[in-house]
């Protein structure tokens, strides 16, 4: 961020104001962690601070400081409404398109008060009026960090801050061993464990809060709904709605499942398609320079970053993996390559 738009941003925050902050559809952990990180802050700052989240999070989430408080939009649609025409502040956190807020996005873009996005993905829409944004960034919750930082408040952090943070960076690095993990990422991780952050309390709340039937869909998406395209180096899984109400299905319960295909040896690209409220949803993940975020907003309508985005779809989960079958090898001279390095 440039000085002169930090300097704007200081003047901001130096009298209260009535901050929204909000997050994508489908908050994940950098989601969920860098909307109660910052909210923690600004609250510290003495600002009223209300967090919207489009729809639900995973339940594995709901212990960060300030969960219980949050809005979400398809529960508490009027509340929401309100929140926005109300603000005098909007941060957008961890998207750069409002289609990505769903019917929120409305509200923000005729909001005439001053938008700040902080958000780490690419290609980023002309909609906000500072941008503390960065493609390096392993996750928003380490821009939050830098952002608090750069305004000179880094004393500000406590515990209740770092371990918001801390779950950002750790899910979005996948546990620190994406490429995205740089030397700043852990010299800000070691400074938020410094300030309080619970790393093996959080990983522990994270990753080892499944339920039963959890388990056994990952065992039968696994055993019995894993396809690997040995000549494409590429695997896919797809569950219906209805095998995923089979298990008792939760919101968080198929998280990560796509990254089972890229730990079998030779794997690198890998996609997860579930049949959720009548519409195909899609994860993508890949090694090295394959880009599934080109993947994903060339045919599915989605994007995200080199090595992990996600997209949808209309049509029927039959449909989509002819469509899938039917790009791949349009694909092959590239993920063969890949292969062979």
């Known amino acids: ?74 529960k508490e649609l009027e509340k929401a409404t309100k929140l926005i025409q109300k603000a005098t502040l909007i941060f957008c956190l961890d998207f750069n398109s409002l289609k990505r807020i769903d019917k929120l996005g409305a509200l923000v873009e005729v909001s005439g008060v001053p938008k700040i996005m902080i958000d780490h993905h690419p290609q980023p829409d002309a909609f906000a009026d500072f941008m503390h944004h960065s493609v390096k960034a392993c996750s928003t919750c380490e821009l939050i960090y830098t952002f608090i930082e750069a305004l000179g408040d880094k004393k500000l952090l406590d515990k209740n801050i770092a371990d918001c943070l801390y779950t950002g960076i750790m899910t979005d690095t996948g546990s620190f061993r994406f490429p995205s993990t740089t030397a700043d990422t852990h010299r800000i991780v070691a400074a938020l464990i410094d300030a309080g952050a619970a790393n093996a309390e959080i990983h522990s709340r994270v990753y080892d809060d499944s339920t039963e039937d959890r388990l056994k869909l990952l065992g039968y998406s696994l055993c019995e709904k894993m396809v690997i395209l040995k000549e494409y180096n590429t695997g896919y899984i797809s569950l219906s709605e209805q095998e995923q109400k089979q298990f008792n299905y939760q919101k968080g319960d198929t998280e990560g499942l796509v990254n089972y295909i890229l730990s079998i040896r030779g794997m690198k690209f890998a996609a997860f398609m579930s049949e959720r409220d009548g519409m195909i949803k899609m994860s993508f993940r890949s090694k090295g320079k394959f880009d599934v975020n080109l993947f994903a907003r060339n045919h599915f309508g989605g994007g995200g970053h080199v090595n992990a985005a996600g997209g949808f779809s209309n049509e029927k989960l039959e449909k989509v993996i002819e469509k899938f079958h039917a790009l791949v090898p349009g694909y092959g001279k590239e993920l063969k390559t890949l292969n062979k390095k």
């Open 1 to 74: 961020m440039k000085p002169a738009e930090l300097k704007k941003i200081k003047t901001l925050l130096n009298k209260p104001q009535k901050i929204v902050i909000l997050t994508h559809w489908s908050p994940d952990g950098d989601a969920m962690g860098s909307s109660l990180g910052l909210s923690n802050y600004l609250l510290k700052k003495k600002h009223q601070v209300s967090v919207i989240t489009p729809n639900d999070a995973p339940a594995f989430l709901s212990w960060m400081k300030g969960s219980a408080k949050v809005c979400e939009a398809t």
